[in-house]
């Protein structure tokens, strides 16, 4: 409705400023004075989804205050906020969160893809590859961890890994790129080894035992599975640094021939993982790894102009503060809890579609706004 109103205003300014003669001329053709509007009624071709785990507004502020009062979310303009609670509980874990974003619904804490009912939902990226476009997923976390999970698989419980990685043999990303190698070769449900039925099944599996993210070479490579560790990745403070690669490498795959379009989520998984600890110097830097990143994949939206970027977070993790005595790029900060909060949570949108974004709405709305944007017919009852 929004959208209607705003070209409606569009037009009524359009034909102010225009002479009588050419008035009939453009209620004839409205479509030429929507052109004109950066991203209005333009759909995405490409949607890149990332998410920040744990990153608030004060995880946010951290890394804006620690680099210097400058960071690439800055160029962004279209913001909203998303109400992150779970179907039964107010405060949300990263299944709930996550399956909120991928599959439209609310449902309980330690969800993987599957609804308060324990019954499987199709996501967004599960949708996109049966509608032909390509899709990927990217985290600092474990592959199999409960964000990218609840993409690609379908559990009733976050820690069922090994049954988790089995789903993904189904969903067909053409990319792959996290931790957690031993989910996938050295399974204890079973004797199986995934890596050799991903590579029977047209995958180049690489570990990073045997390569760096720069050192792949995707000629000839149609879907890649890289293994960035054995079980979590690293921190950013303990050495890792792959993750503005790894998303560059992902978008310039997906990218290629890329008629149909592409889905790729992008995880900054180990904000999270600093709130929990409460070390702040892990937050700040895993939002600055995060944020370089943007700047990366904003680059190249920039320059396609098809693309909606969408950038967001599960949930708050600390309760994180900036307290008095802070200074830039010297702050003081304490923590009021070890686990999530409620706090509503910061989207930011660019590109085709953006203006669908700002706002304050549920967090299952990312998932039929991110649809909306692609084009695909509405899922709302
Ligand atoms: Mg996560
Ligand atoms: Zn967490």
Redesign the pocket.
């Given at each position: 409705m929004k959208k209607y109103l705003y070209i409606l205003f569009v037009l009524v300014v359009s034909l102010f400023s225009c002479d009588t003669s050419k008035k009939a001329a453009i209620t004839a053709q409205p479509q030429i004075v929507e052109k004109s509007i950066t991203g209005l009624n333009k759909k995405a071709k490409n949607v890149i989804f990332m998410v920040g785990?744990g990153m608030g507004i004060t995880q946010i502020s951290s890394g804006l205050y620690s680099n210097d009062n400058k960071l690439n979310l800055e160029r962004i303009s279209t913001i909203g906020l998303h109400k992150c609670y779970a179907y039964d509980n107010l405060i949300t874990d990263?299944a709930a969160g996550a399956t909120a974003f991928a599959c439209g619904v609310k449902t309980y804490n330690g969800a993987i893809g599957v609804g308060p009912d324990t019954i499987p939902v199709q996501s967004i990226l599960e949708e996109a590859e049966l509608k032909g476009l390509k899709t990927g997923m990217v985290a600092t976390?474990t592959i199999d961890?409960?964000?990218p999970a609840s993409f690609a698989a379908h559990n009733k419980y976050r820690k069922n890994y090994e049954e988790i990685a089995l789903d993904y043999l189904e969903t067909g990303c053409e990319i792959l790129i996290g931790g957690g190698q031993k989910s996938f070769d050295r399974r204890e449900m079973d004797e199986r080894n995934l890596s050799e039925e991903f590579a029977k099944d047209g995958y180049t599996v690489v570990s990073h035992v045997d390569k760096t993210i720069n050192e792949i070479d995707m000629t000839d490579v149609e879907k890649l599975i890289f293994y960035t560790a054995d079980s979590s990745p690293l921190p950013v403070s303990q050495g890792r640094d792959y993750l503005k690669p790894a998303s560059e490498l992902s978008i310039k795959h997906l990218n290629k021939n890329n008629e149909n379009g592409f889905f790729l989520l992008i995880?900054g998984?180990q904000i999270?993982w600093g709130g929990h600890a409460n070390d702040a110097n892990m937050i700040i830097t895993e939002m600055l790894d995060f944020d370089k990143t943007i700047g990366a994949v904003l680059d190249f939206a920039e320059k396609d102009g098809n693309t909606l970027v969408v950038i967001t977070a599960d949930h708050e993790t600390g309760g994180f503060a900036i307290q008095k005595g802070s200074k830039l790029n010297d702050l003081k900060t304490k923590f009021t809890s070890d686990y999530h909060t409620a706090d509503i949570i910061p989207v930011f949108a660019f590109g085709p579609g953006e203006e669908d974004f700002s706002g304050i709405y549920e967090n299952t709305e990312l998932y039929h706004k991110m649809r909306a944007a692609f084009g695909w017919e509405s899922k709302k009852d």
């Open positions: 785990d990263s976390s961890h409960a964000t995880e998984s999270d």
